[in-house]
T-cell receptor, first 116, second 114 residues
Framework: DQQVKQNSPSLSVQEGRISILNCDYTNSMFDYFLWYKKYPAEGPTFLISISSIKDKNEDGRFTVFLNKSAKHLSLHIVPSQPGDSAVYFCAASPRTLYNQGGKLIFGQGTELSVKP | SQTIHQWPATLVQPVGSPLSLECTVEGTSNPNLYWYRQAAGRGLQLLFYSVGIGQISSEVPQNLSASRPQDRQFILSSKKLLLSDSGFYLC?????????????FGQGTRLTVV
């Protein structure tokens, strides 16, 4: 039972255009959602997060949108740069780190390729 | 500053041999600790988490076990490796209260069981 899903395994975008990565979740207990970027043979690095009480959070070129009723979130990267090429994971977290150890449940990842 | 150390970086082990992967965290106290595995071409699967010394929660039944003998030390073990244990193993930590706080990951261990 996959609680967090990223249905697009890959995405190719032209440099300067917008990249949109999508994520769906099923468990209503999740209160925070995080996006991570990962290169091969390295650990993931944190990008941006959003609380379930918000519908948008912005940090520079990265914006995360949350549609709680649809249990859907998306990461927008504008403008996309070749250095953004990596695998992007969305993750869901309970409200606090006291709830089930604050475990992060990850999606399968989307490999983003930004072409020059 | 906080750092996380994970070793070894790569490991090739025969089927049936034991396994011990170690992870240590510096610069923080009483972290929540996690072991994840990434199988080839797949997502990050949570294997174990720990909220304190000696406290281990297992997420999936498997051939692996975890231990936390010290506050900032997390060990992943197996008595007899299977081919299906191959993968990229990641240790992570989180502190704070709210779920918005990020988890920090180590550089990972590439385990190949032959």
């Amino acid at each position: 039972d996959q609680q967090v899903k990223q249905n697009s395994p890959s995405l190719s975008v032209q440099e300067g255009r917008i990249s949109i990565l999508n994520c769906d979740y099923t468990n209503s207990m999740f209160d925070y959602f995080l996006w991570y970027k990962k290169y091969p043979a390295e650990g993931p690095t944190f990008l941006i997060s959003i609380s379930s009480i918000k519908d948008k959070n912005e940090d520079g070129r990265f914006t995360v949108f949350l549609n709680k009723s649809a249990k859907h979130l998306s990461l927008h990267i504008v403008p996309s740069q070749p250095g953004d090429s990596a695998v992007y994971f969305c993750a869901a977290s309970p409200r606090t780190l006291y709830n089930q150890g604050g475990k992060l449940i990850f999606g399968q990842g989307t490999e983003l390729s930004v072409k020059p | 500053s906080q750092t996380i150390h994970q070793w070894p970086a790569t490991l090739v082990q025969p089927v049936g041999s034991p396994l011990s992967l170690e992870c240590t965290v510096e610069g923080t106290s009483n972290p929540n600790l996690y072991w994840y595995r990434q199988a080839a071409g797949r997502g990050l699967q949570l294997l174990f988490y720990s909220v304190g010394i000696g406290q281990i929660s297992s997420e999936v039944p498997q051939n692996l076990s975890a231990s936390r003998p010290q506050d900032r030390q997390f060990i992943l073990s197996s008595k007899k490796l299977l081919l299906s244990d191959s993968g990229f193993y990641l240790c992570a930590w989180r502190t704070g209260t709210w779920g918005s706080t990020e988890a920090f990951f180590g550089q990972g261990t590439r385990l190949t069981v032959v």
